[in-house]
Every structure is written in C-alpha cells, then in structure tokens.
C-alpha cells in the first residue's frame, strides 16, 4: 500500500504541531516516506533546534508547520522568522480551515497564492505529493 508514493531521499524535514497524536502520525508517515525527520511541539521549540541545527552546519530541508499553536507564536508567524532567518528554507503549513485562518490572520489574496498550505485531515498521498512537489521545486512558494 502506497508503494506509488513519491519518496524521499532522507531529506531532513521539520515538523511543527501542538497535537501529540497528530505530530506523532505525521512523524512516522514521513519516516516511512525515507524522510530523517525533526520534531518540535510550537513555534519557539524549533526556531531553537533550527539554531541549534545552524550552529552545527545543518539545516532542514522543509518546514511543516501548523497554522494553530497555543505558544503564542502560530504557524505564520513562524514561516516569518524562518524566512527571515533561512531565506532559502521552505516552509509549509497545514491547518483544518487553512483559508479562514489565513484570512483572519491578516493575509491577502496574493498572500494566499504565495504559501503552501495542506488542509487536515491531510491523507498520506496528499501529503507525500505535497512535499516532493516542494523539495523537487514544482512548488515553492514564501510568504514576504
């Protein structure tokens, strides 16, 4: 089953989610895709361990974020210090109303049209494609 599934080449991603389960999923989903895969539960935890990843040389392929996160710090305002950190780093988001919630945290039409965001529940194939369309730079889109 989903031996049809775009796979990985041990591209580091991280994934960012306050849900335990859901990043749990997530984590071996992708590790079963052949992605090494980092974990961090809010924004301030991986703005950190990309720190940390920096100071060492490494980096990250992806950023997966969610929108929603209780830190204070959701997950755009997250791609915003990313980016302002790793320019080259893409990031994508992931959210249940990721349309609602965009707008309502300020964006613009042409805000909405620079950004990745896979909608949940996010199927395995769905999220395979979306992240090998990224990597492979079919799409890769930043939020400025």
Known sequence: MGS??????????LVV???????????H????????VLVADDGPTALKLLAELDERGEQVDLVFSDVVMPSGMNGIDLSIAVWGRYPDTPV????????AVLREAG???????QITVIKKPY???DL???IQDILSGVTRKYLH
């Open 107 to 113: 964006m613009s039409e042409e805000d909405l049209r």
């Open 92 to 99: 994508m988001l992931t959210s249940g109303f990721p349309d």
């Open 17 to 27: 989610e306050d849900d335990e389960h859901i990043r749990y999923l997530t984590h």
């Open 29 to 36: 989903i992708l590790k079963d895709l052949n992605y090494e």
């Open 128 to 130: 395979a494609t979306s």
């Open 123 to 125: 199927s395995r194939s």
């Open 4 to 13: 049809d599934l775009p796979k990985g080449q041990q591209q580091r991603i």
